[in-house]
């Protein structure tokens, strides 16, 4: 949700009171575990702990490189670890905390969507947020910058093939399910018939 706070403090003040202390808490908890460096900042709405442009400045948008945020939606709270995003490994990680605390992940690229702190795996995430040291996250976004349009290009093809080989795969278990069906119902169609005549 869009927000006219300038600052943090501004931000929360600003939240609905169930909002709030649900913000406030995972604030605290980000703080917490959220490795050196990062700076806390009010940033697209939302607050979040990102790499100053005084260490960094290259980046694509020219704003802060986010590392972590948290922002106030509609219907859920959104906590987003782009230190997760663009990382298989640690993806499968938090995944794998979540489903042995017996949580459900409710992820987009990512965003986790919760309400309350009790829907998430809060050891998980702990480990999520601390996994990737400031210079570190530096080094990654440099990577992908300076990565060669051919790559890039490639890369956007290889995510293609894959989407449409998923669609073929979907069309043709569809199609399979209904000559299934179609053969179900010529079989009882022709017992029947076959009863029929018998009579």
Sequence with gaps: MKSSAKTVTEYLASLPADRQQVIKTLRAFVQKHVPKGYEEM?????ISWAVPLAVYPDTYNKEALSYVAIANQKNHIGLYLMCVYGSGKL????????KAAGKKLDMGKSCVRFKKLDDLALDAVAKAIAAVPMP????????????????????????????????????????????TKKSATKKTATKKSTQKKAK
């Design 42 to 46: 009010l940033q697209y709405g939302a």
């Design 91 to 98: 993806q499968q990680d938090l995944a794998a905390g979540f």
């Design 136 to 179: 570190d996250y530096i080094a990654q976004a440099k990577a992908v910058r300076a990565r060669p349009a051919e790559q890039k290009a490639a890369d956007r093809k290889a995510a293609i093939a894959r989407a449409e080989k998923k669609r073929a795969t979907t069309k043709k278990a569809a199609a399979k399910r209904t000559a």
